[in-house]
């Protein structure tokens, strides 16, 4: 099993920047996906970017072009770098872990949350 904490939330002005960290202890970090969703009031949690085991990433299309999943194998971290932010950006986010075992299950893992305040 795997925890999570996250960091580096805050408020910050339309067109600023924010990064996030997430540092996970209590497994092997390299045998998860990792990735980060967000929550916005009244609306359902999405995923924002998702960095694979092996480096490969993927976005959402509203934050393709301005944040950036990277992960450090070394220190057990994930970053998202969030650059030109917006105001629809403000939500709380979330740090994932997904472990693919080898019969396909898969077991989640979630952060406590940060919250990003976007002012426009």
């Known amino acids: 099993q795997v925890q999570l904490v996250e960091s580096g939330g805050g408020l910050v002005q339309a067109g600023g920047s924010l990064r996030l960290s997430c540092a996970a202890s209590?497994?092997?970090?390299?045998?998860?996906?990792m990735g980060w969703y967000r929550q916005a009031p009244g609306k359902q949690r999405e995923l924002v970017a998702a960095?694979?085991?092996?480096?490969?990433?993927n976005y959402a299309g509203s934050v393709k072009g301005r944040f950036t999943i990277t992960r450090d194998y070394a220190k057990n971290v994930v970053h998202l770098q969030m650059d030109s932010l917006k105001p629809e950006d403000t939500a709380v986010y979330y740090c994932?872990?997904?472990?693919?075992?080898?019969?396909?299950?898969?077991?989640?893992?979630w952060g406590q949350g940060t919250q990003v305040t976007v002012s426009s």
């Open positions: 994932n872990a997904r472990l693919l075992r080898v019969d396909w299950s898969t077991s989640d893992y």
């Open positions: 960095i694979t085991s092996g480096g490969n990433t």
């Open positions: 209590g497994s092997i970090f390299s045998r998860y996906a």
